[in-house]
């Protein structure tokens, strides 16, 4: 099994800039999809963008496409969310998340589409 665990949140100014980093450990050798899912106080978990095992797909959700980029490096075992132009509504604790195969990107990508969850990583955009 995969566990992974997140890094790099904070508290940025509006219009500003963080990357988040995600670390996978144990069964790495198994082909999986990586992605990010966000919760704000009070609301519901939702999609950020995913990146297939090969990285050559990738996925965002309409709110953060054009500020936010999805990448991994296999080497490292770890994928990066460059986040830029960062609002106050992009404030949210950060999970990262594995779904074994690509499901990610021909169909769902909700919550209950994720095999492994993170712990978290807050951001907070001030205005």
């Known amino acids: 099994q995969v566990q992974v665990e997140e890094s790099g949140g904070g508290l940025v100014q509006a219009g500003g800039s963080l990357r988040l980093s995600c670390a996978a450990s144990?069964?790495?050798?198994?082909?999986?999809?990586m992605g990010w899912f966000r919760q704000a106080p009070g609301k519901e978990r939702e999609f950020v963008a995913a990146?297939?095992?090969?990285?050559?797909?990738?996925r965002y959700a309409d709110s953060v496409k054009g500020r936010f980029t999805i990448s991994r490096d296999n080497v490292k075992n770890t994928v990066y969310l460059q986040m830029n132009s960062l609002k106050p509504e992009d404030t949210a604790v950060y999970y990262c998340?594995?779904?074994?195969?690509?499901?990610?990107?021909?169909?769902?990508?909700?919550?209950?589409?994720?095999?492994?969850w993170g712990k978290g990583t807050l951001v907070t955009v001030s205005s």
């Open positions: 998340a594995v779904r074994y195969g690509n499901s990610w990107f021909s169909g769902a990508a909700t919550p209950y589409d994720v095999d492994i």
């Open positions: 144990g069964r790495t050798f198994t082909s999986y999809a």
């Open positions: 990146i297939s095992w090969s990285g050559s797909n990738t």
